[in-house]
């Protein structure tokens, strides 16, 4: 493995960390809070950093992403167009086939309880897909 920096020689969850405290305001808070959403929905999920600065969660396959912009903190999750959506969290790339977003904005309430759900209904139909 090449290094080419600082940020090569940290685990991808202190890079996270990171990327929550240096943005520092609501959308920080909003990033970590929905981490631990994640982490509780599934304890076995794995973070890792892609795209030279997006964290992303996976078990079994990709299950979301997490990117911040100005606005929102938008979490994309990767098959989002099969998993059921009962209490219509997916607010967002909703055109296409596959991905499904929810664009979180300051001052938003989440619904913990249905986004666990769509997490935990992302990871077994990564889980369904890989016993294949």
């Given at each position: 493995m090449t290094t080419t920096g600082p940020q090569d020689s940290k685990s991808a969850s202190e890079l996270i960390d990171g990327r929550i405290r240096e943005l520092g305001d609501w959308r920080g808070e909003m990033l970590g809070r929905l981490r631990a959403l994640i982490h509780q929905a599934d304890p076995d999920v794995v973070e890792t950093w892609k795209w030279r600065g997006v964290p992303v969660w996976e078990d079994?396959?990709?299950?979301?992403?997490?990117?911040?912009?100005?606005?929102?903190?938008?979490?994309?999750?990767?098959?989002?167009?099969?998993?059921?959506?009962?209490t219509r969290l997916f607010n967002s790339s909703l055109e296409g086939n596959t991905r499904r977003a929810?664009?979180?904005?300051?001052?938003?309430?989440?619904?913990?309880?249905?986004?666990?759900?769509?997490?935990?209904?992302?990871?077994?139909?990564?889980?369904?897909?890989?016993?294949?």
């Open positions: 079994a396959g990709m299950i979301c992403t997490g990117e911040t912009y100005k606005a929102v903190v938008k979490l994309t999750f990767a098959k989002g167009a099969a998993l059921p959506d009962p929810i664009d979180f904005q300051k001052g938003e309430e989440v619904d913990e309880e249905a986004f666990k759900a769509l997490v935990r209904a992302a990871v077994a139909l990564n889980k369904s897909k890989a016993r294949r």
